[in-house]
């Protein structure tokens, strides 16, 4: 029973985590749109050889969701991804930090 109890409070928290990283993604798309053809400035390149720009983390609610499990797992967040951004958008750092 108790096992079971554990389990469906995990479910719930997912499904709360899931929800509240989607308002985010969204909101974060919505609110860099305007930057979306900015260079990140991170030296690293798209599989192209062009180099990123904040499109390519933030462009689509997919990105934006990915982008956010990298920054949660702590892959590469700061210099990678967060820097780069918040240097067009200071306001992101209350949502990064």
């Known amino acids: 029973?108790?096992?079971v109890s554990s389990v469906k409070a995990l479910v719930w928290i997912t499904l709360f985590l899931v929800m509240l990283k989607a308002i985010v993604a969204v909101s974060l798309v919505q609110g860099l749109r305007e930057y979306r053809d900015e260079p990140m400035g991170n030296g690293?390149?798209?599989p192209t050889g062009e180099p990123q720009v904040v499109g390519h983390f933030f462009?689509?609610?997919g990105?934006?969701?990915f982008s956010l499990f990298q920054?949660?797992?702590l892959e590469?967040?700061?210099m990678g991804i967060v820097r780069p951004v918040m240097f067009y958008a200071p306001?992101?750092?209350w949502i990064f930090v």
């Open 1 to 3: 029973k108790g096992l």
């Open 44 to 46: 690293l390149t798209t």
């Open 59 to 61: 462009g689509t609610v």
């Open 63 to 65: 990105q934006a969701f």
């Open 71 to 73: 920054i949660m797992t």
């Open 76 to 78: 590469s967040w700061c």
């Open 91 to 93: 306001w992101t750092t």
